[in-house]
C-alpha cells in the first residue's frame, strides 16, 4: 500500500487503492475547493486515501491560444490552502528544475508529465526536493524502461516515488493500455498508479483539441483494480464540456461516487 512507501504522507491503513483526482487544471478558487470538498467526502466515506491533483499550470498545449493557468503564485497558494483545508495531500506538474524548487514550497508530490519522465536532471531536481516524486510512463517508452526513473531519483536520495501507467501510443491520434506494464513496474518496488482519463486521450487532432472517450473512464478503471494496481488517477470537473483544458477526457464529477463505489467492491472482492 501506498503509506508503506511513501511515510511523509499520513494516510490511513485502509487496505484499499489510492486516489488522485481533481480537476486538470485550477481554473479558480471556488472551484478547486468545490471539487475538492466532493472528493474527500465521498473518499472519506469509501476509507480511499485521496490525494487532490490540479495542475498550477499546463505547459503541453496543442495551440499557443490554449489556456494555460491564473498565474503560477497564486494557484499554487490556492493549492495549498486546499490542502490544508481539507487536511490532504496535493499534486501538481512540474517542467523544469526552478519549477520543482518553486512546487516543493506549496505542494507535497511534484508530478513529472510523461513526455518529461526522461530528462535527468528534471528527475534529479525533482527529488533533491524530498518531496514524493510521481513519474507518468511517457506515450513512447515501455514499462520496463521504467527503472531508470526510478534509479535516477533513487540514486538522488529519495525512495518516496509513484509510477503512473497513462496508456501507449497507438498510431498517431490513439492511446492504448497494456495491463502488462502494472505488474512489471510493480517489481521496481514502487506503488503503481493508473491514469484512467489521459489513458484515453485522443490526441494530434487536426483542429489542435486533443480529443477522448471518457465514456470508457469506468472500463479502464475496473481493469486496472482488478490487475491489482496500487492507486488510480482521475481527472474530473463539474462540467467537463467548459472544462479550460482537457475536458473531453474527465469524469462528470457527479459520477464519480457510484464508480468508486463499484471499484471499492471490486477491490473488495479481489482481496477475498
Not at 498508479?193 to 480529443?211: A, K, R, V, Y
Amino acid at each position: 500500500m501506498i503509506h508503506k512507501y511513501l511515510p511523509k504522507l499520513k494516510y490511513k491503513d485502509s487496505g484499499n487503492f489510492f486516489l488522485l483526482a481533481g480537476p486538470c487544471v485550477l481554473e479558480n478558487e471556488t472551484m478547486g475547493f468545490e471539487i475538492a470538498e466532493r472528493i474527500k467526502t465521498v473518499c472519506d466515506r469509501l476509507e480511499i486515501p485521496f490525494v487532490f491533483k490540479a495542475s498550477y499550470r499546463k505547459a503541453n498545449r496543442s495551440k499557443v491560444s490554449s489556456f494555460t493557468g491564473i498565474g503560477n503564485e497564486k494557484a499554487l497558494k490556492i493549492l495549498k490552502r486546499i490542502g490544508k483545508e481539507f487536511s490532504v495531500p496535493i499534486v501538481t506538474d512540474i517542467h523544469t528544475q526552478a519549477e520543482a524548487y518553486m512546487a516543493a514550497q506549496y505542494v507535497d508530490i511534484l508530478q513529472i508529465p510523461a513526455f518529461l519522465c526522461r530528462q535527468t536532471d528534471l528527475l534529479i531536481a525533482a527529488a533533491k526536493t524530498g518531496k514524493v516524486v510521481n513519474v507518468k510512463k511517457g506515450q513512447f517508452m515501455s514499462p520496463e524502461s521504467m527503472k531508470h526513473a526510478v534509479h535516477k531519483i533513487r540514486n538522488a536520495g529519495n525512495n518516496n516515488i509513484i509510477l503512473t501507467e497513462r496508456g501507449s501510443m497507438f498510431g498517431y491520434q490513439d492511446l492504448v493500455v497494456d495491463y502488462r506494464g502494472i505488474p512489471s513496474m510493480q517489481k521496481f518496488g514502487a506503488p503503481v498508479c493508473l491514469d484512467c482519463t489521459h489513458s484515453l486521450q485522443q490526441p494530434n487532432q487536426e483542429e489542435g483539441i486533443t480529443g477522448g472517450r471518457p465514456d470508457l473512464i469506468p472500463t479502464i478503471a475496473k481493469a486496472g483494480i482488478a490487475v491489482g494496481v496500487d492507486g488510480l488517477f482521475i481527472e474530473t470537473h463539474p462540467k467537463p464540456e467548459i472544462a479550460k483544458s482537457d475536458g473531453a477526457n474527465m469524469l462528470p464529477l457527479n459520477q464519480l461516487d457510484t464508480l468508486l463505489e463499484d471499484l471499492v467492491r471490486i477491490r473488495k472482492a479481489i482481496a477475498r
